[in-house]
């Protein structure tokens, strides 16, 4: 079992949607849970990070946590072109403690 | 822009070469970690420097090595290179005990042929 999984995509949402993207984790002694956005040839970019239950809103973006489920989501409302990446989900242990990724979700949103 | 910046941004290398790749943390960040990304998957930790010590490993060989200097920079050294080091190595900061998240570099690309 990967200790953080991904649909891998592609996700495709038409242009102004909201868009879903999820992940489970294995490890339940996680404590910090991140989204990263990776365009294609680029370094992952943080968009999102949550450590309780519950939602997170910033933006056009909200993160939701469910440590019980061991599932973390983004969501992205009014998808953008622009928006179309690869995105990443981050656990780790303890704050600033190594990273684990997902394989990402790949997202096109359509004109 | 992340303020952590990496050297150089493509490198080609053959089998059997040794690499060192750079990394200058984000100002104010102490804690530096290196992944190796292949294509199509996540980033894989390689390791983390805390106080110019190690400080975690992930499943990697000691062929890979690091190093962290007084100002929170680092290396990245890779022995004796093999086909499958192919990938994107990225840096990445953050503050220890923050949880505020780590940032990367712009990440180099490693070819070996």
């Known amino acids: 079992q990967k200790e953080v999984e991904q649909n891998s995509g592609p996700l495709s949402v038409p242009e102004g949607a909201i868009a879903s993207l999820n992940c489970t984790y294995s490890?339940?002694?996680?404590?910090?849970f991140f989204w990263y956005r990776q365009y294609s040839g680029k370094s992952p970019e943080l968009i999102m990070s949550?450590?309780?239950?519950g939602d997170k809103e910033d933006g056009r973006f909200t993160a939701q946590l469910n440590k019980a489920s061991q599932y973390v989501s983004l969501l992205i409302r009014d998808s953008q072109p622009s928006d179309s990446a690869t995105y990443l989900c981050?656990?780790?242990?303890?704050?600033?403690?190594?990273?684990?990724f997902g394989t990402g979700t790949r997202l096109q949103v359509t004109l | 822009e992340t303020g952590v910046t990496q050297s150089p941004t493509h490198l080609i290398k053959t089998r059997g070469q040794q690499v060192t790749l750079r990394c200058s943390s984000q100002?104010?960040?102490?804690?530096v970690s290196w992944y190796q990304q292949a294509l199509g998957q996540g980033p894989q930790f390689i390791f983390q420097?805390?106080?110019?010590?190690?400080?975690g490993r992930g499943n990697f060989p000691p062929r890979f090595s690091g190093l962290q200097f007084p100002n929170y920079s680092s290396e990245l050294n890779v022995n004796a290179l093999e086909l499958d080091d192919s990938a994107l190595y990225l840096c990445?900061?953050?503050?220890?005990?923050?949880?505020?998240?780590?940032?990367f570099g712009q990440g180099t690309r490693l070819t070996v042929v």
């Open positions: 990445a900061s953050s503050l220890t005990n923050s949880g505020g998240g780590a940032f």
């Open positions: 490890d339940r002694g996680s404590q910090s």
């Open positions: 949550i450590y309780s239950n």
């Open positions: 981050a656990v780790s242990g303890a704050p600033a403690s190594k990273l684990t």
């Open positions: 100002s104010g960040h102490n804690t």
């Open positions: 420097y805390y106080r110019e010590e190690e400080n």
